[in-house]
Each structure stands twice: as C-alpha cells, then as structure tokens.
C-alpha cells in the first residue's frame, strides 16, 4: 500500500483521469472531492461491501425462483399480458 501524507486544497493523481482533493481536515474526519470518469464507480467501502454481499445473494438464488421470474416475462423484457 502506498502511503501519502496531504494537506488541504492539495491532491493526488491516479493514472490520467482520476483526481483525490482533500477539501477539509477537521478533527478525526477528512473531507476528499473526486474527480474521475462518469463511467468510473466511486463508492465507500462500506457501501462498497453491501453492494457485493447483494451480488453474492442474487448469484445464489435458485434456478425456480428465476424460472418464476422469467414466467411474468415473454422474453422481451415486458410483462405478459
């Protein structure tokens, strides 16, 4: 792990596009601005981790229970009527 030590109203550069602002230092918390690509995901960690427990669960459901999904559906997306 690289480890960088940064004032307020500094940043640090990752790759070519992708910019970490450090907007505030006050107490124990830290305020940091993102710039980056609109196609590059940005989460914190903890969001970040829920996100793939509920990938892991969706992945994980049983084949009948989509084959009741799939019955709502005629195969192009669009309720049956």
Do not use: Y
């Not at 993102?34 to 892991?56: C, M, Q, W, Y």
Request: avoid cysteine; glycine fraction near 8%; hydrophobic fraction near 45%.
């Amino acid at each position: 792990m690289l480890v960088l030590s940064r004032k307020a109203g500094e940043a640090i550069v990752v790759g070519d596009d992708i910019t970490l602002r450090i907007l505030e230092v006050k107490g124990g918390l830290v305020r940091i601005g993102i710039e980056a690509p609109e196609e590059v995901s940005i989460h914190r960690e903890e969001v970040f981790k829920k996100i793939l427990d509920e990938n892991l669960k969706a992945a994980s459901e049983a084949p009948a229970d989509l084959a009741d999904v799939l019955d709502v559906f005629d195969g192009r997306g669009t309720k049956k009527q």
